[in-house]
Protein backbone atom coordinates (compact mmCIF):
# COMPACT_ATOMS: atom_id res chain seq x y z
CA UNK A 1 0.00 0.00 0.00
CA UNK A 2 3.31 2.73 0.61
CA UNK A 3 3.72 1.94 -2.91
CA UNK A 4 0.66 3.62 -4.37
CA UNK A 5 2.13 7.03 -5.91
CA UNK A 6 1.80 9.92 -3.49
CA UNK A 7 0.12 8.01 -1.32
CA UNK A 8 -3.54 8.93 -3.34
CA UNK A 9 -5.88 6.55 -3.53
CA UNK A 10 -9.19 6.25 -5.81
CA UNK A 11 -11.82 3.29 -5.37
CA UNK A 12 -14.31 2.67 -8.10
CA UNK A 13 -17.25 1.88 -8.82
CA UNK A 14 -17.06 -2.26 -9.00
CA UNK A 15 -18.60 -5.26 -9.37
CA UNK A 16 -19.32 -8.09 -6.89
CA UNK A 17 -17.21 -8.81 -3.94
CA UNK A 18 -16.43 -12.31 -3.46
CA UNK A 19 -14.21 -14.43 -1.78
CA UNK A 20 -12.64 -14.97 1.86
CA UNK A 21 -10.22 -12.79 3.65
CA UNK A 22 -8.37 -12.85 6.92
CA UNK A 23 -8.65 -9.38 8.52
CA UNK A 24 -5.66 -8.85 10.30
CA UNK A 25 -5.53 -9.18 14.32
CA UNK A 26 -7.17 -7.11 16.91
CA UNK A 27 -5.09 -4.04 17.65
CA UNK A 28 -6.61 -3.34 20.94
CA UNK A 29 -5.75 -7.02 21.77
CA UNK A 30 -2.30 -6.63 20.25
CA UNK A 31 -1.67 -3.45 22.51
CA UNK A 32 -2.05 -5.27 25.57
CA UNK A 33 -0.91 -8.77 24.85
CA UNK A 34 2.31 -6.58 24.05
CA UNK A 35 2.42 -4.78 27.76
CA UNK A 36 0.91 -7.74 29.60
CA UNK A 37 3.70 -9.81 28.15
CA UNK A 38 6.53 -7.60 29.34
CA UNK A 39 5.68 -7.09 32.37
CA UNK A 40 5.79 -11.00 33.27
CA UNK A 41 8.76 -13.32 34.30
CA UNK A 42 9.12 -15.61 31.53
CA UNK A 43 8.38 -16.04 28.17
CA UNK A 44 4.92 -14.97 26.38
CA UNK A 45 4.45 -16.55 22.49
CA UNK A 46 1.68 -13.79 20.21
CA UNK A 47 0.51 -15.27 17.51
CA UNK A 48 -1.04 -13.47 14.77
CA UNK A 49 -0.26 -9.79 16.02
CA UNK A 50 -1.26 -6.99 14.13
CA UNK A 51 1.99 -5.67 12.25
CA UNK A 52 0.86 -2.10 11.44
CA UNK A 53 2.43 1.37 13.03
CA UNK A 54 0.52 1.60 15.98
CA UNK A 55 1.50 -1.74 17.48
CA UNK A 56 4.71 -1.44 15.90
CA UNK A 57 5.07 1.58 17.99
CA UNK A 58 4.17 -0.21 21.07
CA UNK A 59 6.90 -2.58 20.15
CA UNK A 60 9.62 0.15 20.13
CA UNK A 61 8.52 1.83 23.47
CA UNK A 62 8.94 -1.76 25.25
CA UNK A 63 12.07 -1.99 23.73
CA UNK A 64 13.17 1.50 24.99
CA UNK A 65 12.15 0.25 28.38
CA UNK A 66 14.04 -3.15 28.58
CA UNK A 67 12.34 -5.49 27.38
CA UNK A 68 13.37 -8.29 24.74
CA UNK A 69 11.20 -8.69 21.93
CA UNK A 70 11.79 -10.19 18.60
CA UNK A 71 9.60 -11.15 15.88
CA UNK A 72 9.40 -14.85 14.70
CA UNK A 73 7.67 -14.64 11.21
CA UNK A 74 4.44 -13.22 10.40
CA UNK A 75 2.50 -12.17 13.17
CA UNK A 76 4.69 -14.23 15.51
CA UNK A 77 6.10 -12.75 18.35
CA UNK A 78 8.32 -13.78 21.40
CA UNK A 79 8.52 -11.68 24.80
CA UNK A 80 10.99 -11.98 27.51
CA UNK A 81 9.04 -10.28 30.27
CA UNK A 82 10.86 -8.20 33.09
CA UNK A 83 8.06 -8.60 35.70
CA UNK A 84 5.73 -5.90 37.47
CA UNK A 85 8.18 -3.13 38.46
CA UNK A 86 11.02 -4.32 36.14
CA UNK A 87 11.05 -1.84 33.17
CA UNK A 88 14.09 0.26 33.11
CA UNK A 89 14.70 4.07 32.94
CA UNK A 90 15.15 5.02 28.56
CA UNK A 91 17.79 7.40 27.52
CA UNK A 92 15.60 8.12 24.63
CA UNK A 93 12.44 9.98 23.91
CA UNK A 94 9.84 7.76 23.54
CA UNK A 95 7.35 8.36 20.04
CA UNK A 96 4.33 6.54 19.49
CA UNK A 97 3.54 7.90 16.63
CA UNK A 98 0.03 8.58 15.67
CA UNK A 99 -0.83 5.75 18.54
CA UNK A 100 -3.60 6.83 21.43
CA UNK A 101 -3.55 3.52 23.03
CA UNK A 102 0.43 3.32 23.62
CA UNK A 103 0.11 6.47 24.73
CA UNK A 104 -2.68 6.46 27.42
CA UNK A 105 -1.65 2.70 28.27
CA UNK A 106 2.27 3.40 28.75
CA UNK A 107 1.18 6.48 31.09
CA UNK A 108 -0.52 3.34 33.39
CA UNK A 109 2.36 1.34 33.08
CA UNK A 110 5.15 3.84 33.59
CA UNK A 111 3.08 5.20 36.86
CA UNK A 112 4.23 2.27 38.93
CA UNK A 113 8.02 2.86 38.32
CA UNK A 114 10.21 5.67 40.31
CA UNK A 115 11.34 7.20 36.64
CA UNK A 116 10.64 9.64 34.33
CA UNK A 117 10.11 9.35 30.52
CA UNK A 118 9.10 11.83 27.93
CA UNK A 119 6.08 10.18 25.89
CA UNK A 120 5.33 11.90 22.60
CA UNK A 121 3.81 11.12 19.05
CA UNK A 122 2.90 12.82 16.02
CA UNK A 123 1.26 15.86 15.31
CA UNK A 124 -2.17 14.77 15.45
CA UNK A 125 -1.64 13.03 18.60
CA UNK A 126 -0.37 15.95 20.47
CA UNK A 127 -3.43 18.11 19.83
CA UNK A 128 -5.37 15.08 21.69
CA UNK A 129 -6.56 15.91 25.35
CA UNK A 130 -4.47 13.55 28.14
CA UNK A 131 -6.44 15.02 30.94
CA UNK A 132 -8.67 12.30 31.31
CA UNK A 133 -5.77 9.74 31.59
CA UNK A 134 -3.79 12.65 34.13
CA UNK A 135 -6.58 12.62 36.70
CA UNK A 136 -6.52 9.30 38.41
CA UNK A 137 -3.23 8.27 37.41
CA UNK A 138 -2.03 11.42 39.47
CA UNK A 139 -4.30 10.46 42.23
CA UNK A 140 -2.14 7.04 43.08
CA UNK A 141 0.65 8.84 43.15
CA UNK A 142 2.00 9.72 39.56
CA UNK A 143 3.62 12.67 38.44
CA UNK A 144 3.21 14.31 35.39
CA UNK A 145 4.40 17.58 33.13
CA UNK A 146 2.28 17.94 29.71
CA UNK A 147 2.82 20.82 27.04
CA UNK A 148 -0.21 23.13 27.37
CA UNK A 149 -1.43 21.19 30.22
CA UNK A 150 -3.06 18.00 29.17
CA UNK A 151 -0.61 17.42 25.83
CA UNK A 152 2.03 15.73 24.24
CA UNK A 153 4.68 15.87 24.59
CA UNK A 154 4.67 14.48 28.43
CA UNK A 155 7.15 13.68 31.10
CA UNK A 156 5.68 11.16 33.29
CA UNK A 157 7.47 10.02 36.70
CA UNK A 158 6.10 7.13 38.18
CA UNK A 159 6.39 6.74 41.57
CA UNK A 160 7.55 2.76 43.27
CA UNK A 161 4.80 3.51 45.93
CA UNK A 162 1.59 4.17 44.33
CA UNK A 163 -1.48 4.47 46.21
CA UNK A 164 -4.79 2.15 45.38
CA UNK A 165 -8.03 4.14 44.13
CA UNK A 166 -11.63 3.53 43.58
CA UNK A 167 -12.43 5.99 40.67
CA UNK A 168 -15.40 6.35 38.64
CA UNK A 169 -15.09 7.26 35.00
CA UNK A 170 -16.35 10.35 33.88
CA UNK A 171 -16.66 9.55 30.20
CA UNK A 172 -16.90 6.19 28.86
CA UNK A 173 -13.18 4.98 28.49
CA UNK A 174 -11.74 1.90 27.69
CA UNK A 175 -8.40 3.37 27.48
CA UNK A 176 -8.60 5.23 30.49
CA UNK A 177 -10.20 2.30 32.58
CA UNK A 178 -7.28 0.44 31.30
CA UNK A 179 -4.71 2.81 32.20
CA UNK A 180 -5.65 2.58 35.24
CA UNK A 181 -5.87 -1.23 35.83
CA UNK A 182 -2.52 -1.22 34.64
CA UNK A 183 -1.19 1.48 37.39
CA UNK A 184 -3.00 -0.81 40.19
CA UNK A 185 -1.10 -3.66 39.52
CA UNK A 186 1.85 -1.73 40.33
CA UNK A 187 -0.04 -0.60 43.82
CA UNK A 188 -0.65 -2.80 47.05
CA UNK A 189 -4.34 -3.64 47.48
CA UNK A 190 -7.51 -2.98 45.54
CA UNK A 191 -7.72 -0.79 42.41
CA UNK A 192 -11.28 -0.20 41.35
CA UNK A 193 -12.22 1.13 38.13
CA UNK A 194 -16.57 2.13 37.92
CA UNK A 195 -17.62 2.44 34.78
CA UNK A 196 -21.09 4.05 33.93
CA UNK A 197 -21.54 2.20 30.41
CA UNK A 198 -19.64 -0.63 29.75
CA UNK A 199 -16.53 -0.71 27.70
CA UNK A 200 -14.37 -2.64 26.03
CA UNK A 201 -13.06 -5.41 28.11
CA UNK A 202 -10.07 -7.08 26.50
CA UNK A 203 -8.06 -5.41 29.53
CA UNK A 204 -9.62 -7.18 31.88
CA UNK A 205 -10.30 -10.39 29.62
CA UNK A 206 -6.39 -10.61 29.33
CA UNK A 207 -4.88 -9.72 33.09
CA UNK A 208 -7.14 -12.58 33.81
CA UNK A 209 -5.92 -14.59 30.92
CA UNK A 210 -2.51 -13.55 32.72
CA UNK A 211 -3.22 -14.67 36.16
CA UNK A 212 -3.84 -11.71 37.85
CA UNK A 213 -6.56 -11.68 40.45
CA UNK A 214 -9.30 -8.98 38.69
CA UNK A 215 -13.11 -9.22 39.42
CA UNK A 216 -15.47 -7.44 37.47
CA UNK A 217 -18.83 -6.89 39.94
CA UNK A 218 -22.57 -5.18 38.68
CA UNK A 219 -23.04 -2.51 40.98
CA UNK A 220 -26.24 0.23 40.52
CA UNK A 221 -24.21 2.48 39.01
CA UNK A 222 -22.77 0.20 36.18
CA UNK A 223 -19.57 -1.96 36.58
CA UNK A 224 -16.66 -1.96 39.31
CA UNK A 225 -13.23 -3.59 38.10
CA UNK A 226 -11.41 -4.04 40.78
CA UNK A 227 -7.77 -5.40 40.26
CA UNK A 228 -5.68 -6.77 43.45
CA UNK A 229 -2.23 -5.11 42.71
CA UNK A 230 1.36 -6.86 43.10
CA UNK A 231 0.78 -10.12 41.49
CA UNK A 232 3.08 -12.19 39.79
CA UNK A 233 1.69 -12.80 36.18
CA UNK A 234 2.20 -15.73 33.90
CA UNK A 235 3.79 -15.88 30.30
CA UNK A 236 1.83 -17.68 28.63
CA UNK A 237 0.60 -17.84 24.39
CA UNK A 238 -1.58 -15.57 23.17
CA UNK A 239 -3.74 -15.95 19.61
CA UNK A 240 -5.06 -12.51 18.55
CA UNK A 241 -8.31 -12.75 17.05
CA UNK A 242 -9.33 -10.91 13.31
CA UNK A 243 -10.31 -7.41 14.40
CA UNK A 244 -13.58 -6.44 14.08
CA UNK A 245 -13.09 -3.02 14.29
CA UNK A 246 -10.88 -3.64 10.38
CA UNK A 247 -13.45 -6.15 9.40
CA UNK A 248 -16.30 -3.85 9.13
CA UNK A 249 -14.51 -2.00 5.96
CA UNK A 250 -14.73 -5.06 3.75
CA UNK A 251 -18.30 -6.10 5.72
CA UNK A 252 -20.25 -2.75 4.77
CA UNK A 253 -18.43 -2.65 1.08
CA UNK A 254 -19.68 -6.42 0.52
CA UNK A 255 -23.19 -5.07 1.83
CA UNK A 256 -23.48 -2.25 -0.50
CA UNK A 257 -22.50 -3.63 -3.58
CA UNK A 258 -25.03 -6.01 -5.02
CA UNK A 259 -24.28 -9.63 -5.75
CA UNK A 260 -21.05 -9.77 -2.95
CA UNK A 261 -20.58 -12.82 -0.65
CA UNK A 262 -17.56 -12.89 1.74
CA UNK A 263 -16.70 -14.94 4.14
CA UNK A 264 -14.15 -13.40 7.42
CA UNK A 265 -12.89 -16.49 9.38
CA UNK A 266 -11.90 -15.81 13.23
CA UNK A 267 -13.46 -12.66 13.61
CA UNK A 268 -13.12 -11.35 17.57
CA UNK A 269 -16.97 -11.61 18.98
CA UNK A 270 -16.09 -9.97 21.99
CA UNK A 271 -20.11 -8.74 22.99
CA UNK A 272 -18.46 -5.05 23.83
CA UNK A 273 -17.26 -4.97 20.26
CA UNK A 274 -20.28 -6.04 17.61
CA UNK A 275 -22.22 -2.93 18.05
CA UNK A 276 -21.51 -2.28 14.74
CA UNK A 277 -22.57 -5.78 14.12
CA UNK A 278 -25.83 -5.45 15.85
CA UNK A 279 -26.84 -2.07 14.24
CA UNK A 280 -26.27 -3.59 10.75
CA UNK A 281 -28.80 -6.40 11.43
CA UNK A 282 -31.12 -3.66 12.77
CA UNK A 283 -30.55 -2.06 9.18
CA UNK A 284 -31.57 -5.28 7.59
CA UNK A 285 -27.96 -6.44 6.80
CA UNK A 286 -27.57 -10.37 6.13
CA UNK A 287 -24.68 -11.34 8.18
CA UNK A 288 -24.43 -14.23 10.38
CA UNK A 289 -21.90 -15.41 12.46
CA UNK A 290 -20.68 -19.47 12.85
CA UNK A 291 -18.69 -21.68 14.64
CA UNK A 292 -18.30 -19.76 17.64
CA UNK A 293 -15.55 -20.74 20.02
CA UNK A 294 -13.28 -18.96 22.86
CA UNK A 295 -9.54 -18.16 22.13
CA UNK A 296 -7.42 -16.56 24.42
CA UNK A 297 -10.19 -15.68 26.76
CA UNK A 298 -11.85 -13.89 23.47
CA UNK A 299 -15.06 -15.43 21.37
CA UNK A 300 -14.03 -15.69 18.25
CA UNK A 301 -16.56 -16.63 15.01
CA UNK A 302 -16.48 -16.97 11.46
CA UNK A 303 -18.69 -14.26 10.06
CA UNK A 304 -20.42 -14.63 6.47
CA UNK A 305 -21.47 -11.29 4.55
CA UNK A 306 -24.56 -10.76 1.51
CA UNK A 307 -25.41 -7.91 -0.03
CA UNK A 308 -28.05 -6.22 1.66
CA UNK A 309 -31.01 -4.22 1.03
CA UNK A 310 -30.68 -1.60 4.18
CA UNK A 311 -32.79 0.77 6.11
CA UNK A 312 -31.80 3.69 7.84
CA UNK A 313 -31.99 3.11 11.91
CA UNK A 314 -31.35 5.06 15.14
CA UNK A 315 -28.61 3.97 17.08
CA UNK A 316 -29.24 4.80 21.03
CA UNK A 317 -26.07 6.96 22.73
CA UNK A 318 -25.36 3.60 25.03
CA UNK A 319 -24.16 1.59 22.22
CA UNK A 320 -21.72 3.99 21.47
CA UNK A 321 -19.02 2.55 23.51
CA UNK A 322 -19.11 -1.00 21.40
CA UNK A 323 -18.95 0.67 18.18
CA UNK A 324 -17.27 4.59 18.65
CA UNK A 325 -14.24 3.12 16.02
CA UNK A 326 -16.91 1.49 13.20
CA UNK A 327 -19.22 4.98 12.88
CA UNK A 328 -17.07 6.09 10.00
CA UNK A 329 -18.04 2.73 8.30
CA UNK A 330 -21.58 2.55 9.19
CA UNK A 331 -21.66 6.06 7.80
CA UNK A 332 -21.32 4.75 4.57
CA UNK A 333 -23.73 2.20 5.01
CA UNK A 334 -26.20 4.34 6.37
CA UNK A 335 -25.78 6.96 3.15
CA UNK A 336 -26.53 3.81 0.83
CA UNK A 337 -29.50 3.07 3.01
CA UNK A 338 -33.21 3.90 2.18
CA UNK A 339 -33.95 6.42 4.69
CA UNK A 340 -32.40 8.60 7.43
CA UNK A 341 -30.32 7.13 10.42
CA UNK A 342 -29.56 8.75 13.74
CA UNK A 343 -26.22 7.80 15.61
CA UNK A 344 -26.65 9.44 18.83
CA UNK A 345 -24.14 10.11 21.64
CA UNK A 346 -20.99 10.10 19.41
CA UNK A 347 -19.48 13.49 20.60
CA UNK A 348 -16.09 11.17 21.90
CA UNK A 349 -15.54 11.18 17.73
CA UNK A 350 -14.25 14.86 18.13
CA UNK A 351 -11.69 13.24 20.04
CA UNK A 352 -9.92 10.62 17.56
CA UNK A 353 -7.53 10.97 15.09
CA UNK A 354 -9.64 13.85 13.54
CA UNK A 355 -12.92 15.20 14.41
CA UNK A 356 -14.44 12.35 12.46
CA UNK A 357 -18.08 13.98 12.94
CA UNK A 358 -16.88 16.85 10.84
CA UNK A 359 -14.41 14.50 8.69
CA UNK A 360 -17.62 12.24 7.99
CA UNK A 361 -20.15 15.59 7.91
CA UNK A 362 -17.86 17.23 5.32
CA UNK A 363 -17.00 14.19 3.28
CA UNK A 364 -20.88 13.06 2.70
CA UNK A 365 -21.82 16.07 2.00
CA UNK A 366 -19.21 16.52 -1.09
CA UNK A 367 -20.34 13.11 -2.35
CA UNK A 368 -23.85 14.24 -2.61
CA UNK A 369 -25.41 12.81 0.86
CA UNK A 370 -27.69 14.97 2.73
CA UNK A 371 -26.26 14.97 6.46
CA UNK A 372 -26.58 17.25 9.42
CA UNK A 373 -25.21 17.33 12.87
CA UNK A 374 -27.58 17.68 16.04
CA UNK A 375 -25.89 18.26 19.45
CA UNK A 376 -23.82 14.98 19.48
CA UNK A 377 -26.16 13.19 17.31
CA UNK A 378 -25.00 12.51 13.29
CA UNK A 379 -27.85 12.60 11.28
CA UNK A 380 -27.80 10.65 7.67
CA UNK A 381 -30.22 11.16 5.14
CA UNK A 382 -30.00 7.83 2.93
CA UNK A 383 -31.67 7.79 -0.32
CA UNK A 384 -30.86 4.04 -1.69
CA UNK A 385 -29.41 4.93 -4.61
CA UNK A 386 -25.48 5.29 -5.55
CA UNK A 387 -23.95 8.68 -4.44
CA UNK A 388 -22.34 11.14 -6.56
CA UNK A 389 -18.74 10.74 -5.59
CA UNK A 390 -16.52 12.23 -7.98
CA UNK A 391 -14.77 14.09 -5.20
CA UNK A 392 -11.16 13.86 -3.52
CA UNK A 393 -11.45 13.41 -0.30
CA UNK A 394 -9.20 15.40 2.96
CA UNK A 395 -8.85 12.13 5.01
CA UNK A 396 -7.05 14.42 7.63
CA UNK A 397 -4.42 11.77 8.21
CA UNK A 398 -6.87 9.57 9.78
CA UNK A 399 -7.03 6.06 8.80
CA UNK A 400 -10.58 5.34 9.62
CA UNK A 401 -12.08 8.01 7.58
CA UNK A 402 -9.60 7.27 4.70
CA UNK A 403 -10.64 3.74 4.30
CA UNK A 404 -14.82 4.35 4.95
CA UNK A 405 -14.75 7.22 1.84
CA UNK A 406 -12.40 4.14 0.02
CA UNK A 407 -15.35 1.76 0.47
CA UNK A 408 -18.17 4.44 -0.20
CA UNK A 409 -16.36 5.27 -3.87
CA UNK A 410 -17.20 1.09 -4.43
CA UNK A 411 -20.31 2.48 -4.51
CA UNK A 412 -20.28 5.82 -5.86
CA UNK A 413 -21.32 6.82 -9.57
CA UNK A 414 -17.77 8.40 -9.76
CA UNK A 415 -14.65 7.87 -8.65
CA UNK A 416 -13.59 8.93 -4.68
CA UNK A 417 -9.72 10.10 -4.24
CA UNK A 418 -8.05 9.90 -0.64
CA UNK A 419 -5.77 12.55 -0.67
CA UNK A 420 -3.30 10.75 1.58
CA UNK A 421 -3.55 6.98 1.99
CA UNK A 422 -0.66 6.29 4.57
CA UNK A 423 -2.33 6.50 7.84
CA UNK A 424 -3.78 3.03 6.82
CA UNK A 425 -0.89 1.39 7.61
CA UNK A 426 -1.71 2.00 11.36
CA UNK A 427 -4.13 -0.22 11.35
CA UNK A 428 -5.08 -2.75 8.65
CA UNK A 429 -1.56 -2.87 6.43
CA UNK A 430 -2.88 -4.48 3.93
CA UNK A 431 -6.46 -3.20 3.51
CA UNK A 432 -5.86 -2.21 -0.22
CA UNK A 433 -4.68 -5.75 -1.19
CA UNK A 434 -7.01 -7.85 1.00
CA UNK A 435 -10.06 -5.28 -0.58
CA UNK A 436 -8.22 -5.79 -4.29
CA UNK A 437 -8.40 -9.79 -3.84
CA UNK A 438 -11.87 -9.82 -3.39
CA UNK A 439 -12.63 -7.49 -6.16
CA UNK A 440 -12.50 -3.90 -5.73
CA UNK A 441 -11.29 -1.68 -7.78
CA UNK A 442 -8.82 0.55 -5.88
CA UNK A 443 -5.82 2.01 -7.34
Request: proline content about 5%.
Amino acid sequence: MKNIENNRIISRNSNPLQGTIDIPGDKSISHRALMLGAITIGETIITGLLEGDDVQHTVSALRCFGVKIRREGFGKWRINGVGIGGLISPDKLIDVGNSGTSARLLCGLLSGHGFSSMVTGDNSLCSRPMVRVIEPLTQMGATFHASDGDRLPMTITGNDNLMPITYELPVASAQVKSAILLAGLHAPGATSVIELRPTRDHTERMLKYFGADITVEEIAAGNKITIIGQPELIPTEVTVPGDPSSAAFPVVAALLIKGSKIKLPGICKNPNRIGVYTTLLEMGASLEWKNERQVGGETVADLYVKSSELNGVTVPAERAPSMIDEYPALAMAAACASGSSVFCGVGELRYKESDRITAILSGLTECGVSAEVDGDSLIIHGSSTEPVGGITINALMDHRIAMSFLVLGLKSKEAITIDEGSSIYTSFPNFIEIMRGIGADIS
